[in-house]
């Protein structure tokens, strides 16, 4: 049986913008140094044509503005593990909400309260944490645009060895993912050494990959969706149409893999790579009333440093 291809972290975020929001304990962010009222001309992220990141994106009729960047492999992978660990405390506040509005007695009530304030403060912490680092509140939606990622396909401990030492040692040349299989009918988590295989540059490519991979995971989705449903049905006739469609959705998913591989010079076979993001650009919406708070607010910085370089001694 065919095994279709899974989404993993980074590929999450590459197959569209984030909604979520982060706890950031650290990492290489990088906050924009254009005001937010100076910024250039909007563009829109299916029309990319530039290979610099925009100032704004414009998405569902909102401006969306780009306030950091964050620069590294290492950096941008712990903030995506960072967006997953605070999405689990979004989800458990809200499991710990919902079971407080079933809770009968007042002692359970009363438990389920501390246990939220706990997880809400934590929460909060993070919020205030995010803010200082990224320049803008979880309680923002924000967007990411990939402006330079790399791509890594797994290498064993036998071909690893077989390299030159200068080659191992290369920054961001060999790195180590957790890879999640089953083992005896149970998912086991272990790492693996991934080997870099190239590299995408630009908002442009990058985004003409996204919409590749958008639709080539959605030809996998299409196929494990009928692989399930073949193991489910009774009836020869429904059976066969459905092993008739899964066939052809294969023959698809061939197809477009060796298309792509021509396309961007790595293979697309399922398992057979991982997307990391080397750099982003992250970007939040702001109201017109916030906007017109940061002019004043930038007007009146530069009023004061001017007013400073005039009072300042010349110098010898």
């Known amino acids: 049986m065919k095994t279709h291809l899974r989404t993993s972290l980074s590929l999450v975020a590459l197959l569209a913008a984030s909604s979520l929001a982060a706890q950031v304990v650290g990492g290489n962010a990088t906050p924009s140094t254009t005001p937010p009222t100076t910024v250039g001309q909007p563009a829109t992220t299916a029309g990319v044509t530039s290979s610099e990141p925009p100032a704004v994106l414009e998405q569902g009729g909102q401006k969306f503005h780009r306030i950091c960047?964050?620069?590294?492999?290492?950096?941008?992978?712990?903030?995506?593990?960072?967006?997953q660990v605070m999405q689990a405390r979004r989800d458990a506040l809200a499991e710990l909400h919902r079971r407080q509005g079933q809770a009968i007695t007042t002692p359970e009530k009363e438990a389920l309260k501390w246990q939220i304030d706990d997880v809400f403060k934590q929460f909060s912490a993070d919020d205030q944490q995010m803010l200082k680092t990224y320049g803008f509140s979880v309680t923002r939606n924000y967007l990411i645009q990939?402006?330079?990622?790399?791509?890594?396909?797994p290498i064993s401990d036998e071909d690893y060895n077989k390299l030159p030492e200068a080659e191992?040692?290369?920054?961001?040349?060999?790195?180590?993912?957790?890879?999640?299989?089953?083992?005896d009918g149970k998912p086991v988590t272990t790492s693996r050494r991934?080997?870099?295989?190239?590299?995408?540059?630009?908002?442009?490519?990058?985004?003409?990959?996204?919409?590749?991979v958008q639709q080539?995971?959605?030809?996998?989705?299409?196929?494990?969706?009928?692989?399930?449903?073949?193991?489910?049905?009774?009836?020869p006739e429904e059976k066969k149409r459905i092993a008739e469609?899964?066939?052809k959705t294969d023959a698809d998913i061939q197809k477009s893999s060796e298309e792509l591989r021509k396309k961007h010079k790595f293979d697309f076979v399922p398992l057979k790579w991982t997307l990391e993001i080397d750099e982003c650009s992250l970007y939040t919406h702001f109201t017109d009333e916030e906007l017109k708070k940061a002019?004043?607010?930038?007007?009146?910085?530069i009023e004061e440093d001017k007013k400073k370089a005039a009072a300042a001694p010349p110098k010898p």
């Not at 295989?197 to 919409?211: D, F, K, M």
């Not at 002019?295 to 910085?301: G, M, R, Y």
Request: zero cysteines; proline letters at 2%; charged letters at 25%.
């Open 69 to 83: 960047t964050i620069k590294s492999i290492p950096a941008n992978y712990e903030f995506q593990s960072n967006v």
């Open 146 to 153: 990939i402006v330079r990622s790399r791509i890594y396909t």
């Open 168 to 183: 191992r040692n290369k920054a961001d040349h060999i790195i180590s993912r957790p890879f999640t299989q089953e083992k």
């Open 194 to 212: 991934l080997v870099h295989l190239t590299t995408i540059e630009g908002v442009a490519s990058n985004e003409v990959l996204r919409q590749d």
């Open 216 to 235: 080539f995971q959605a030809l996998n989705n299409r196929a494990r969706q009928l692989t399930q449903l073949l193991n489910q049905v009774k009836a």
């Open 245 to 247: 469609a899964l066939e």
């Open 295 to 301: 002019e004043e607010a930038t007007q009146k910085k």
